[in-house]
């Protein structure tokens, strides 16, 4: 069977096979706490294996490979940086949003501050940065299906939506959490397999894998120096803390921490996925120097295939088209994960409890999150069109810009301040999201390589440390200046918050 045929029979079995577990998922949803946290029925194990899919992306896989197989050393920045900050989600985290909240993030926002502001400001962020992270996985799509099935990048990225938009309506977060075990196991077993085809060519020695990788390159002093990925120290620290602060303000992530029963139980789930997303990014740095020893020089579909092409210099055909497939169910099962938590920013925070304050019918929720399910992946396949030819690693970091500008700082003062206060969060978080949203758009990337224009207007690649600096700066400022007697009961309440957050210890 040749590599198209075998990847469409794998792609098509795990289609079917997920389309199952969307119509066994759809009869047990019975309301909202079904839809949006899976009833709290999911085990630690099975939560760590589905956090660590959500986060295992078409990123970690395709762009982190991709970054090794173009620029050398620097891909360690991708690898390390995945795993350091998912310590900090677990520790300042985790416990006290899951006893918190219900179903997102703002639950815990809004326990002892304004409802309809925090929950206004955390939708929106959201709603930018699952459309950031959404794009990085329909580009990644797009190219795999134009490749390998000779099939227009539109149309791969037209298929890719619709096949999230129906886990996400019909299934809610039962499916999408058993898509994610299923493809997190996938994914990690192949990568294993990949290695262990390298560990065969090259030896155990980590040494004959990298001299076979700069012994391939022309520029060999720069392959194993550093500086070609972030070229200024501000964009090196901006990046890093991107990396490190980022994963605790994801919200897809976060909600994932609502879906077990208890603050222990998302704790031990924050252990298991940081140990999985660990292993795989270690194995990952092998699958980058394999790429850049193995793979020849302009590969099609670009830099974003090297780990495609890897497959098939490895184990010819079949493995090719199991990578294939497994990279095709990565990409699904992270999308669905993410139009599901864009929704519930729809129909949870605006729609209930902004619009209609609090009062509301499940199934109307319901609806709502469904119809906002659909805008959004018809907005996301047309942003992924303009994105085509981006690097998938560096589209997939934008997220983690936001979450680090505005939902991670809102988040820890909230959780571990008395003296925070709806103004100070208003304030601090608009000033990150419009920062790091506006200098993102200003950076070469996109306003240079993107939009078209002749010079870059920010100077530097990632506008991390501003945009945070200057977020955590506005909301003291607003905070401690704030003499309002909204703000005195909002500093009264912390206590009662802190002692909820804290329980079951």
Known sequence: MNVTGFSTLIFLSFVLVTLVITFWANRRSTGTRDFYAAGGSITARQNGLAIAGDYLSAASFLGTVAVFYGLGNDGLFYAVGAVAGWPIAMFLVGERLRNLGRYTFSDALGYRLAVKPVRSLAAVSTLILCTCYLIAQMVGAGTLVQVLFHIPYTYAVVLVGALMSVYVIFGGMIATTWIQIIKASLLLLTTLVMVLLIVYRFGPNPDALISAAVALRSDSQRFLGSGRLVSDPVSAVSLALAFVLGPAGLPHVLMRFFTVKDARTARKSLSYSTLLIA????????????????????????????????????????????????????????????????????????????????????????????????????????????????????????????????????????????????RGAIAGGITGLVLSVGLLLLTRKVWVEVLGHPHQLFPYEYPTLFSLGAALIVAYLVSVTDRSARAARERQAFAAQLALSERGR
Do not use: C
Not at 325 to 332: C, D, E, H, P, R
């Open 279 to 422: 292993i795989f990014q270690i194995m990952v740095i092998a699958l980058g120097y394999a790429a850049a020893a193995l793979v020849p020089a302009d590969p099609a579909g670009g830099s974003n295939m090297a780990v495609i092409h890897l497959a098939g210099a490895l184990g010819g055909s079949l493995l090719l088209g199991i990578v294939a497939a497994v990279t095709f169910a990565t990409i699904l099962a992270v999308v669905s994960g993410l139009t599901l938590t864009a929704a519930s920013a729809v129909s949870h925070d605006l729609y209930k409890h902004v619009f209609r304050n609090g009062v509301v019918e499940e199934s109307a929720e319901i609806h709502v999150s469904r119809l906002a399910a659909l805008a959004l992946g018809a907005l996301v396949m047309a942003l992924a069109i303009l994105f085509q030819h981006e690097n998938v690693g560096f589209l997939a970091t934008l997220p983690l810009v936001i979450a680090a500008s505005v939902n991670f700082p809102l988040l820890v003062l909230t959780l571990h301040w008395r003296g925070f206060t709806t």
